[in-house]
Structure formats: structure tokens, C-alpha cells
């Protein structure tokens, strides 16, 4: 047997042992949730744990490798290994949820579908895809806490392999008064704008 199989079947062990505190946990601050990323990260160091609500009658686990392309494959080995536990719906990569939401990042409140998107050509690597992300009054905020929560923003509205995988380089500047006539697009049509790409890619077209 692989060691990265006999590490999954343990942490699946451990899990279905400790169900009863896995059922009540909600929070990162409580002491079970370092104890859980302990034991999954004897599996693999790059992977993180995210829990839906308590209140849920069907829990979500989703075990996510946050970005690390490396370990996209034990993450999803890890889940479809797992035994049937009822009560729980077990996910491998955070998937997309699309941009209709609102996050608060370093103190500061940023508005996904109020943001736009310049794409990026880079001649030399044609195939990249880099994009300017704007968001309206950056001019008064960290320009590299603003970045991260882009970043954050992505992994959420397009799932954790698109986000990863598809975009090479992202940057940010403050919103232009007339995005659209600079050729902006709105981020919520992101994964479209993605997957039409994708098809001229695979054309020969870019």
C-alpha cells in the first residue's frame, strides 16, 4: 500500500471518530479546528479544511489545497477515498460560487460585482492570461491588502482549479470613471469571458 494511501485511510479513521466534535464545530478560534487541520495535514501539508454551517441538516466539508496546483490530486484522492458518513457532504477544491457576494478583507468591504476586469495580453506568452482587476476607490486603500482579497475573491467566484489554473497574473488599479469604453468587462462575467477564451485557444486563434 502507498504511504499517501495509508495517510488518507488514517485521517479517515481519526474523522469518523471524532464526528461528534466535527458535528459542532464552527469557528477557526475554537481549539478542535487546530487539532482537525493537524490531522489533515499529516496527508498533506498544503491542504486546509472550510465547514458549512452547523445549522445545516447536511454538512459541507471541503477539503482545499488552497492553490497549490501540487496538491490538487491529493485532495481529490483524499475525498474520493473517504468512506460514506452520513450527514456530510464531502468536497475536494472549493467550488464556484460565483461573484454575487461581499467579503471583508483586511477591515476593508469589497464589492465583487462592482468590480471590473481588464485582460492582459503578454506577447511573449500568448497562451497566459493576466488581468487588471479595478476596484473603485483604491486610491485610499493598500494596494497589496486590495491584491489579496482579489485573490480571495477569485478562489471564491471561480472555484479553486479555475482560479488556480486559469489566470497566470493579476493586478489592481482604482476603477476609471468609463471602464467599459477601456475595455473593461464586469467581473461577474469573468468565467464566461474564461471559457470563450479557452475556445479560441483551442481554435488557434490566440
Known sequence: MAALEIRIQAFWQWFVGHQSEFKVLSKPE???????????????????????????????????AQGHVE????????????????????VALK?????EFTTCYEGTLYEPG???????DNPSRPQDFGMRVGI??????????????VLVILDTGLGER???????????SDLPTNPEALGYIELPELPDYIAWRKRKLNSGSV
Open 95 to 99: 467550488p464556484p460560487m460565483g461573484f
Open 136 to 149: 473603485e476607490g483604491l486610491v485610499s486603500t493598500d494596494r497589496t491588502d486590495a491584491h489579496n482579497a
Open 162 to 172: 479555475s482560479a488556480a489554473l486559469d489566470i497566470q497574473y493579476t493586478e489592481v
Open 71 to 90: 496538491s490538487f490530486s491529493v485532495a481529490e484522492e483524499l475525498v474520493s477515498s473517504a468512506p460514506r458518513i452520513e450527514g456530510w457532504d464531502l
Open 30 to 64: 475554537e481549539p478542535f479546528w487546530d487539532i482537525a487541520l493537524e490531522q489533515i495535514k499529516k496527508v498533506d501539508e498544503r491542504l486546509w479544511i472550510e465547514l458549512s454551517a452547523v445549522s445545516d441538516p447536511v454538512r459541507e466539508l471541503i477539503v482545499t
Open 114 to 120: 462592482r468590480m471590473w476586469f481588464l485582460p492582459l
